[in-house]
């Protein structure tokens, strides 16, 4: 057995922080020791905490097509990635890619390919700092979203699906006024309302039965599955009723204290936290926080917002407790997701870790280990 040891350090545990020491062997932890030990690295009174574990960012799509138009070499990207979400203390990322072509993607299924291809080819060659596994991002009213779910869905890194559907006037766009706004952009006002009036047609064709398809498949390959943009209760309803584990992104309190009462688990965003606000004009997270209804954060689209927001969320809400917040990114997330050997600083779980220092207000990450060997 191989082991080490890291003293001096703040540990977070699942219900308090101590001062103590912790043993790592063979990947794992070994022991928890509180009070002084005077063998192993020395922390320096910093905090340890569990490796942060991420179901859902674009990051990699963003590294992968860094402005539209522009392909990046789909390794280089990956590489450029995983640094910085290891960097930023998550040691279990579900890269989010989109699956479904539309009019701006028209061939999404080769992206996806390439994608899905380069997480795995680089998980067997062992160089990936963080663990990566695919969450296939569905966009249900788009005509070749089954065929590329079923062409990636058994892939044995593939563990979690969701089911989005952006068609104008509901949801994350509760209003064709929102919508609008946010799509305006390089459109005249009448090529805008006919891309609407697409949107529409293909809503009314296909959603309901590529739902259909996705829950069933999702249910026989042992997948979990999440919802997106709850916004009204009969969408809670019809998440609990297909088996749903995780609601991502809900946008009304109604339908995430309704999906919370049904049992699934909330998600949002971490850069909504930093910033206190939704970037689509949505609920504010800190405020599902404050009625007990968030349970996991997510970087969404900054990597490093999911540490600040779970260092920064006991300041904003009154009785909120470090360990608390630290759960939301790690093993809320861990259990939503299905990972039972993860999230928590544990005996017997595995020694993913971070070393985190406070400097004012920021968590600055100053070492992560996963599965007991450094990455960064
Ligand atoms: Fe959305």
């Not at 097509?65 to 138009?69: D, S, W």
């Given at each position: 057995m191989t082991g080490f040891a890291l003293r001096n350090a703040r540990l977070v545990l699942g219900d308090r922080v101590v001062q103590g020491s912790l043993a790592l062997g063979d990947g794992m932890i070994r022991s928890i020791d509180a009070g002084p030990s005077h063998a192993g690295e020395d922390m320096e009174g910093d905090f340890l905490i569990p490796g942060l574990i991420e179901l859902h960012t674009d990051h990699l799509e963003n590294h992968y097509?860094?402005?539209?138009?522009v392909f990046w070499d789909p390794m280089a990207a990956l590489h450029a990635h995983d640094v910085q979400v290891a960097g930023s203390g998550i040691t279990t990322v579900f890269d989010s890619v989109r699956v479904g072509s539309d009019?701006?993607?028209?061939?999404m299924g080769s992206h996806v390919a390439k994608l899905t291809s380069a997480i795995a080819r680089a998980g067997e060659e062992g160089w990936l700092r963080a663990e990566h596994l695919v969450h296939l991002r569905c966009?249900?009213?788009?005509?070749?979203v089954i065929e590329q779910f079923e062409a990636h869905a058994s892939h044995k890194q593939t563990r979690l699906a969701s089911m989005m559907d952006h068609t104008p006037g509901q949801r994350q766009f509760r209003t064709l006024e929102a919508y609008k706004r946010f799509y305006?952009?390089?459109?005249t006002p009448e090529e805008l309302d006919s891309y609407i009036a697409d949107r529409l047609a293909d809503h009314a064709r296909y959603s309901a039965p590529h739902r259909a398809h996705i829950v069933q498949r999702a249910s026989e390959l042992g997948l979990a599955l999440a919802s997106h943009d709850d916004a009204t209760l009969a969408h809670a309803e019809e998440a609990i009723a297909d088996g749903v584990a995780i609601s991502e992104f809900p946008t009304t309190l109604e339908a995430a204290a309704a999906a919370h009462d049904g049992g699934l688990s909330i998600l949002m965003g971490a850069p909504n936290v930093v910033r206190g606000r939704s970037h689509s004009g949505n609920i504010a997270a800190t405020d599902l926080v404050r009625a007990g209804l968030l349970d996991i954060l997510s970087s969404?689209?900054?990597?490093?917002a999911l540490l600040q927001a779970a260092f920064v969320l006991p300041q904003q809400v009154e009785g909120l407790s470090l360990p608390e917040a630290i759960a939301k990114v790690t093993l809320n997330p861990a259990r939503a997701a299905g990972l039972g050997d993860r999230g928590e600083i544990s005996v017997g779980k595995r020694a993913d870790l971070v070393q985190v220092r406070l400097v004012g207000d920021l968590p600055v990450v100053r070492s992560v280990w996963r599965q007991g060997k450094r990455v960064s």
């Open positions: 097509r860094p402005r539209p138009g009019t701006d993607m028209p061939e966009e249900l009213p788009s005509h070749d305006s952009i390089g459109r969404d689209y900054v990597p490093f």
